[in-house]
Every structure is written in structure tokens, then in C-alpha cells.
């Protein structure tokens, strides 16, 4: 007589459903600035789609271990109620019958954390609690990876998103995620809500599918800030004030070397401030890689992103380029 199937759950109970993702992962709040953030890295296919959640102004939530979701759009809802990230928390979990498998972290915008760590959770798992802080895993090979994680971020220097990338890498160091890695994602939102998410949200960062998703995932973080610095120098440049963008370009262009259009945009901008004789061979060289760059030049001269001097635009079209 053949035995009745082993059913995955509780004894006689349903299963606990939600993606099943497993990850480490860590939320905080900078009490400098304000900021918010939630990285996380897992074996599992596009982590960043699922586990973090942030919101500006409100809080960050991550949510591991069969994800149900709504963890994190509720959890939100309720810090922006008003809700502490803990009483947030245990109202979740009250109305899950599952809440022995998920593991669940938030942080709130007064730097209120909490966690959960459910006793059914695959091994190695569990989190740690630190100020404005917390740091968490489950399917880790080594115990503790999650106080590994705790004290590279406190023991890192600089903005939100550098010490968040670094206590993952903490985590990758101390054995990480036992099935290997495969994504990674940050996110870093603003203290205030403006309802722009381009004042809203500083970083939104998704590595789906890679070899090496951390060193991908900080390459990345790398080239947004070049280019938010590029965009800055962009708003400089449209309300005339060139010596300020032809700074901010420099920076991004210091950040990203062999990214062509922050090339661009510097040497656009040190035209505007008058400092032709350099922006030449950045030009000369855009050119030769592609005689695209030459048709960017006079699209954006015809929408006034150059001085209105038809000598100007002449000298830099009549250097030689890709055929030339």
C-alpha cells in the first residue's frame, strides 16, 4: 500500500506559499541625512523585484523566506500611517498563518527597527538589531553571516548605499547565501516625500541575473552617481550657469572615464563657459569613435544646448572625426 505524499507546511496544515526567496539582506537609516535604504542579495532570480520595498519619507522593508508581497506595500502603508516599524511588523504577522516562515525587516523614518525571523525558516537563519539598523538572512551557509554584516556597516565610512553595499559584501565573505549568488539590489530613498520620485528616490539598483552580482551591483551604483552629478551639471547648463556644470560634469566624467556621453556633456559645457581650446579634443575624439557624436552636436545646437555663433558650431563640425 503506497504511503500518502509528504505535504510541505505544517502537519495537516497548507503550505506556506509566497515566492520562495532567500536572501541576507540589511535596512537602515542614515541619521545624518535621513535616508532610507534596503539592500539584499540571494541565489534567487531578480530579488530585486520581490524582497525590497522602500518609500520616501516612510521606511524600507525587506521581505525573504516564501515572500508574500504584501509585507512590503502594507508595511508601508502602515509606517506611513503613523506606525512604528514594530507595531507595523507585528500587525502583519498576526494576520499570517505562515509568519513561522517569513522573515521579515523594516525600518521606519525616525530609525525605529524591527524584525522577524520565523523558527521555520531554512537554516542558517536569523538577524541581528543594530541603531537605525538591521541585518538579516535565511538559507545562509555560515551562522551569524548577519553580525558579519552588522559590523562591516557600522565599521564602513560615507553614504547610506557605500555601507549597505559593504555589509553585503560582508555577508558574500562570511559564506553568504549557501545555494552561490546570482542578484542583487539596492534601493536608498529621501527623508521627505515629494511625490517626484526624482527627489524621491536616490538609488533603485537591480542586478536580475549575473556571475558576480555584487561587483556588478557596485559598478552600477558607481555610474548612477556619476550620473547624478551628470544631471546636475545638465540643470547648471540649462540655466546658464557653466563654470557649475562644467564642475559637476568633471566629476561624472571622473567617475565613469570611458562613458562617452558624460564626455559630451563636459565638453558641451566648457564650450558655453568659453573654454573652446579644451573641449576640442574631447570633441576630436567623440568623433572619431562615431560621426554620431557629430549629429548630436547639431541636434542639440538647433535646441540652444550651444552659444547661438554659427562660427562656434562650425569650428567644432569641421574637426576631424571617424572618416576623417
Not at 538589531?129 to 562591516?152: H, I, P, R, S, Y
Not at 559564506?175 to 549568488?181: C, E, P, T
Not at 528616490?201 to 558607481?222: G, K, S
Amino acid at each position: 500500500m503506497n504511503k500518502p505524499a509528504h505535504r510541505i507546511g505544517r502537519p495537516g496544515g497548507t503550505t506556506p506559499g509566497g515566492q520562495p526567496v532567500a536572501t541576507y539582506s540589511i535596512v537602515a537609516r542614515d541619521p545624518d541625512t535621513g535616508h532610507l535604504g534596503v539592500a539584499v542579495q540571494s541565489h534567487y532570480f531578480s530579488v530585486g523585484s520581490l524582497a525590497p520595498h522602500a518609500r520616501a519619507g516612510v521606511g524600507a522593508v525587506t521581505i525573504q523566506s516564501f515572500a508574500k508581497m504584501y509585507y512590503g506595500s502594507e508595511g508601508l502603508r502602515h509606517m506611513a500611517e503613523g506606525e512604528s516599524a514594530g507595531r507595523a511588523l507585528r500587525s502583519l504577522l498576526a494576520k499570517d498563518h505562515h509568519a513561522d516562515y517569513r522573515q521579515v525587516a523594516m525600518v521606519d523614518a525616525q530609525g525605529t527597527v524591527a524584525a522577524h525571523t520565523g523558527n521555520l525558516c531554512i537554516p542558517e537563519a536569523g538577524h541581528h538589531l543594530g541603531d537605525e539598523f538591521a541585518c538579516q538572512g535565511n538559507m545562509l551557509l555560515n551562522k551569524d553571516t548577519w553580525c558579519a554584516m552588522a559590523e562591516a556597516f557600522e565599521g564602513t565610512q560615507g553614504e547610506l548605499v557605500n555601507r549597505m553595499l559593504a555589509a553585503l559584501e560582508a555577508g558574500e565573505g562570511a559564506g553568504g547565501d549557501l545555494r552561490g549568488k546570482r542578484s542583487a539590489a539596492v534601493i536608498v530613498v529621501n527623508s521627505r516625500f515629494t511625490g517626484d520620485p526624482e527627489e524621491d528616490i536616490a538609488f533603485d539598483l537591480r542586478v536580475e541575473d549575473h556571475a558576480q552580482p555584487l561587483t556588478e551591483l557596485r559598478r552600477l551604483m558607481v555610474l548612477k552617481k556619476a550620473f547624478q552629478h551628470n544631471n546636475q551639471g545638465g540643470h547648471y547648463l540649462r540655466n546658464s550657469d557653466f563654470e557649475s556644470a562644467v564642475q559637476e560634469f568633471s566629476i561624472a566624467e571622473s567617475l565613469a572615464p570611458d562613458h562617452q556621453e558624460l564626455v559630451f556633456w563636459r565638453a558641451v559645457a566648457l564650450v558655453n563657459a568659453g573654454h573652446m581650446d579644451e573641449a576640442e579634443p574631447m570633441f576630436e575624439r567623440l568623433f572619431r569613435s562615431s560621426d554620431t557624436w557629430r549629429l548630436m552636436v547639431q541636434r542639440i545646437a538647433h535646441s540652444r544646448f550651444l552659444p547661438e555663433n554659427p562660427e562656434v558650431l562650425q569650428r567644432i563640425l569641421s574637426l576631424p572625426g571617424e572618416s576623417g
